[in-house]
């Protein structure tokens, strides 16, 4: 993957916490998930997707996802992490990550989660909506 931070369309930046280091005085690597978690639900919320699935009931789940570790973070640091969507399907799309720190200035950390559009009141994948769609061009810029 390997995309420079100024490459993703949407990042959000938070301070790293010093709870999140483990017994090796580095960032635990499970925090990196959630990094990309919170980064992944400000991107919905940024195109609507919450906002839509709440008069819906058609929403996103995560049905797979993965991190590759480039280098370790540890407190005190500021990161980045990137969004991307980089692949849509009709009930499904892959989002890609990267997490630049600040103190290191460099990319930490790459990942990606495929992520799949369900219509809760039956349970099952659904179509994305066009309106969804339509906001994840607008912000991606194609």
Avoid at 3 to 10: A, L, S
Avoid at 28 to 34: G, I, Q
Avoid at 110 to 121: K, L, M, P, R
């Amino acid at each position: 993957m390997t995309i420079q931070i100024t490459e993703f369309p949407f990042s959000l930046q938070q301070e790293l916490s010093w709870g999140d280091m483990d017994a090796l005085n580095h960032i635990n690597n499970v925090n990196y998930f959630r990094y990309f978690e919170n980064a992944r639900l400000k991107y919905f919320e940024s195109i609507g997707v919450i906002e839509e699935m709440e008069k819906t009931k058609v929403g996103p789940i995560l049905g797979a996802t993965e991190c590759k570790y480039l280098l370790p973070l540890t407190y005190p640091d500021t990161i980045s992490v990137g969004v991307i969507v980089s692949q849509i399907r009709e009930k499904r799309l892959t989002m890609q990550y990267a997490i630049y720190s600040q103190k290191l200035e460099k990319i930490a950390a790459e990942g990606s989660a495929e992520i799949i559009f369900v219509d809760f009141a039956i349970g099952r994948s659904t179509l994305i909506s066009e309106t969804i769609l339509a906001a994840i061009k607008h912000l991606q810029g194609n």
